[in-house]
């Protein structure tokens, strides 16, 4: 069975040869991984260049992919490997302060931030585009659907390359509405407006969700297999906002963009966001979203609970927990046998880990993570005896 058709079947919780997997790496963990030259001699192996590992755009997915036999090909959120879309306003980077380790940059969104050189930490957030209501108005000209800077070049073409082949399914992935008040006023000045000046939130929202409506049109003439968001709204505690607030402010600008979606035959909704969202599941699933992940382990998430009360109508997708892979194949196999025998049966579930695989998981044990869920995922195989 081919990717495509293995995934498309799966999140339709019909029966498939093994259950999808996929999975995203930080660079930095390939780039360890290559030095040690495990994944070098792999890539070697199976007739691949190592030198053409890291593209100018990243990671050489395309080759990891069929290298760890993934079946999604990232990324699944906020953008799409087949349809790279711009979402911001598309302002000119400008470099504001620099010093030797660092470096304080204006983005494409208008954000104020500092950076450190080298990449490896989450930059500081200094400020932000709109700070009171007239900043949106004048903000909004900047947001065209229809300015082609806003698709790549050769925009579409893996698409129907993926579409022949039947090599992965095809994503549109947009940035979710929570995501979006925050880059444009900052955390706090989000949290406040949502109290303070819910009107304002609902213009940003109705607009926000028009302009991706008809972003999306040239991706949904060609093939759109599911729709991913990306939203990052919780924590370990839980969302970082009440279910109230989600129901009055969220829910209806999600449900007028999963309609206009479905009504083009696109009827997988993945959301995107870590900490412990369970408190919003039930809204998310009124507002047209079936799907969500990476399902945080550490933030307490459970998707064996979660399959439970929810049975076909969530689409699942991760939480198993990194802490495994660091800790060796003795905690991974416990670890899956913790949770596939509970996930597998019927379908509707995608293996893969809690977030990004990070640095410090070694190779050997992501490659035996790798050949335990090839084999213990296939239907009538090994997964039926994971509990003895």
Known sequence: MKPRERFIRAVHFEEVDRAPHAEQFWPETIGDWYSLGSLERD??????????????????????????????????????????TEFSPMFPPKVLEQGDTWVIIQDEWGVKKKMRRDGRSVP???????????DFESLKEFFDPNDPRRFKEGWGERARR??????????????????LARWLLGLKGALVAFIQKPWLIRRIFSFWSEFVIALAKPALEIQVDYLGIWEDM???NGPMVSPRIFRE?????????????????????????DGNIEPLIPLWLDAGVNGFLPLEAQAGMDAPSLREKYGDRAVLMGNISLWSLRRGPEAIDEELRKKLPYLLPGGG??????????????????????NRILRWTRYGGPRHSLLD
């Open 349 to 370: 579930y995608i293996v893969s880990t809690d977030h990004h695989i990070p640095p410090d998981v070694p190779y050997e044990n992501y490659k035996h993570y790798l």
């Open 249 to 273: 402010l969220f829910v209806p600008y999600y449900r007028q963009v999963t309609d206009a979606f479905r009504k083009r035959g696109v009827d997988i909704v993945i959301v995107d966001s």
């Open 124 to 134: 500081q957030l200094l400020d932000f585009p709109i700070k009171d209501p007239e």
């Open 234 to 236: 919780a924590y370990k």
């Open 43 to 84: 890539y070697r192996s199976k007739g691949y260049d190592p030198t053409a590992l890291f593209p100018t755009e990243g990671i050489d997915y395309d080759t990891l992919c069929r290298l760890f036999e993934m079946d999604m090909h990232p990324p699944w959120n906020s953008n799409s490997y087949f349809y790279p």
């Open 162 to 179: 993926a579409l022949e082949e039947d090599s992965a399914p095809l994503n549109w992935g947009m940035i979710g509405f929570f995501a």
